[in-house]
């Protein structure tokens, strides 16, 4: 199970978080999701993995995984917050910089 709730890329869905110590974006894009947990240790068929994504542009992800049918391939599901084009809550607000320990977990820094 992730969640993520915070800024995407309005052209790919991809999540961008504040990395603080380093005073920069990073880009977590849907395709290093996938790898983790295409490389996961022990997979069976009953895995499961639920992706919540709470962020401008979210559909886009929805969309990626209807077309790689990532579901029936790799059982992967997606819930968004908005469709494909639209933009969230946030993005009439301001700017919101996430926490970046979303993407160290995706990166594996922390297991």
Known sequence: FIYYSGTAKSYNGDWMCYDEDNDHIDVIPINKIIKKWQNRPNK?????????????????????????KLLKKENILIQSSVGRDEPSLEMTIGEIKPPC???QIICGKFT
């Open 44 to 68: 069976n068929k009953n895995q499961y993995l639920l992706i919540i994504t709470d962020t401008n542009y979210s559909g886009i992800w929805v969309s990626k995984m209807i077309d790689r």
């Open 101 to 103: 320990w979303v993407m």
